[in-house]
């Protein structure tokens, strides 16, 4: 058993006027010092692979056919053993 | 100067249903590895703070403030430092 943590974000060359709102609304709180923000999604799944290296393909899978957009967003992922 | 990478997940108790339909997706795709999905929201941020310790903290308060809604949702951090 696998717990898969994928955080999904737009490249660096794609403009984020989400992020460009929330760090808006942080300044206007007072907290000056945040200087840059990205907004993206996350996804936590458990996936009952028998090996790690079955349940990296299967995610890296997941994630080319569904979860990622691969024109405009980029993704990073973990994957630890859970028994 | 440091990075800030904020997850957001719907607390344990509460019905996650993008998650669910996510999941029936990722199923309908031939994923069948895949057993549990909650779907959350991905900050990145920098902060031009000068220690860790004070970064922490905004950190702390603007996800109090803005980022989570403690009543239904979970957050976990961490913070890097860039130089």
Do not use: W
């Not at 955080?7 to 989400?18: A, M």
């Not at 992922?77 to 028994?83: C, G, I, K, N």
């Amino acid at each position: 058993m696998y717990k898969a943590k994928i955080n999904v974000t737009l490249k660096k060359s794609v403009l984020d006027p989400q992020g460009k709102t929330v760090l808006q609304a942080v300044h206007s709180l007072g907290f000056h010092s945040a200087q840059e923000m990205r907004v993206g999604k996350y996804f936590e799944l458990s996936l009952n692979s028998t090996d790690r290296v079955k349940a990296e393909q299967e995610l890296k899978a997941m994630c080319a056919e569904l979860l990622v957009n691969p024109v405009i967003e980029d993704y990073t992922f973990q994957l630890e053993e859970v028994r």
